[in-house]
């Protein structure tokens, strides 16, 4: 009986390619499906990770930031109460063309995610072996900001990718688009494009006009650096970029943005902004902008531990209120007391600025930029430079005993003389006064201008044996569910020896557990109050706007040994 059977005829492939090709297309067969099925498990696990994600968060108004004091205590901010959210209808079109051009040219086209930009990015990473490039689309960045994926990772792609699915699969473009513009951050302490519009132009963004909402729109990508408030070279700047992109797409034409740079801007003036209620939040707010921006921070619930000491805030004010009562009621100027200040008006009555450092480490514990924020947002603890007189003579003593001299307490011209002006000059820069220092021996007498900031780090440096502290207004910065997004790290930089700072200290007088120094210039018209606390370095200034003399030395030096007196231990 025959066993022989015909041979099975080969697969038609294999006809078709040289035998030595089988053995390859075999593996890159068998390689395809099992890639398929890794990429198709890949997704599953994605978009089931995706359906966890609420996806109604994506139209709901973002919780405010909430702002603390070193203890806890919630800092009074009225901006967080004005937010709502704008509209479809509240959008301008041509803030809309305005967007899509400049960041998302293909948003009414792709499904969410832009490949062939996705494509190009990869390629750029590979290349550069770093996540330099995103490619994120408006929707992914809303998917971003919703949910607080932050972190530069595959995985962190991945899901992110799939939760645009998801919105895109939900919402439509004008919702997607509007949700984005009420979500991300525009500087300046607003959150969304309606606060944004009524902080820069004071109106409702359904009533802006061309040129104001290519500023706004030019400033999302970096809204700290290039808000119009603090920087408008760099906002017109990205507004001519904007309508530049706009060109591009075929929007408008060169004409029509030149017609448009013409449109008046109404640009509020930040004095003008009742959302910062002291001057100690908007220096507060200033810093969390910068942070935001530089770490990245999403909008959202977020709480901000700052440095401030409220307790001490308003004992410091109370006190040196009272103080200055006291010398406007016996009426020994012409000028009006506050309480004679007419509304809408230049203060003219008498000043003062106050600034406390934490002397180890340079945290802020107060800030007082005036006597009240409502009729001067003027703030004179770091805007103000005036002559310090007396007050100069601890970094004239701690300038001669860094160089080896002797500390003549009370005698400042001849512990000068020791070393000359250039070096007092340069020692006092390291302390963090920047000047102007005259060039003579009248420099050793207080012929230097500086502000309260660097009176009380330059106070802090003495107290601190001679390591100079950068100051800072914000601790730490959690999330909604308490995770630290942010915290400070003190900044020291050795500007004298220890010995150097500790004999300059001994021309401060012992009082009630601190050392304090306190004189007038020779003119009478600035006066002074340096105190060393257990804990904090206060620097006091005491004048007018306008340099007028206050009062003679005997009545000033009282005054402010009767406020130190009050003021106690901290």
Known sequence: MSTWRPLSRPPWWQRWLPEFLHGPVKIAFILGILGTIAAAGLAFFYFSLAMRFDLDEIEKLPAGTVFLDRKGVELPVSAASSRKLATREDLPDFLVKALQAREDARFFEHSGVDVRGLARATVRNIKDWEFTQGASTLTMQLARNTYDIRAKSLHRKFLEIALTLRVESRYTKDQILTAYLNRIYFGSGADGIEQASQTYFGRPTRELNDNECAMIVGIIRGPHIFSPLRNLKGALEQRDQTLDRMIAMGFINEARKEEIQKIPLHLMNSDDQESRPS?????????????????????????????????????????????????????????????????????????????????????????????????????????????????????????????????????????????????????????????????????????????????????????????????????????????????????????????????????????????????????????????????????????FDVSTKIANHERLEALLDEFVDRLGND
């Not at 531990?305 to 109370?318: A, G």
């Not at 009555?349 to 802020?364: D, I, P, R, S």
């Not at 207004?473 to 997004?485: A, C, R």
């Open 279 to 543: 001057y100690a939040f908007r220096a507060i707010e200033s810093e969390f902008d910068r942070i935001r921006e530089l770490e990245d921070i999403p909008p959202g619930k977020l709480t901000v531990i700052t440095t401030l000491d409220s307790d001490w805030q308003s004992r410091l004010e109370e006190e040196l209120n009272r103080s200055v009562e006291s010398l406007e009621n016996e009426k020994s100027w012409n000028h009006p007391t506050r309480a004679e200040h007419v509304a809408g008006e230049d203060p003219t009555y008498l000043q003062f600025a106050a600034v406390t450092t934490e002397t180890k480490t340079g945290a802020v514990l107060a800030l007082i930029g005036g006597r009240d924020f409502r009729h001067s947002r003027y703030n004179r603890a770091t805007n103000v430079r005036r002559d310090l007189g007396s007050a100069f003579e601890p970094f004239v003593a701690a300038a001669a005993a860094e160089r080896g001299k002797l500390v003549l307490a009370g005698r400042p011209v001849q512990t000068g003389r020791q070393i000359g002006p250039a070096e007092v000059e340069r020692l006092a820069k390291r302390c963090g006064l920047a000047g102007p220092f005259l060039k003579t021996e009248d420099l050793f007498r207080g012929s230097v201008a500086a502000s309260p900031m660097e009176m009380s780090v330059g106070l802090a440096t003495l107290g601190n044996d001679g390591k100079r502290p950068k100051p800072y207004f914000i601790q730490q910065i959690l999330n909604e569910d308490g995770d630290v997004l942010y915290t400070a790290e003190p900044q020291l930089t050795p500007a004298l020896s220890a010995n150097a700072a500790r004999d300059a200290r001994s021309v401060l007088h012992s009082h009630a557990g601190t050392r304090c120094f306190t004189g007038a210039t020779g003119s009478e018209r600035e006066a002074w109050t340096l105190r060393l606390g257990p804990s904090g370095s206060t620097a006091i200034w005491l004048g």
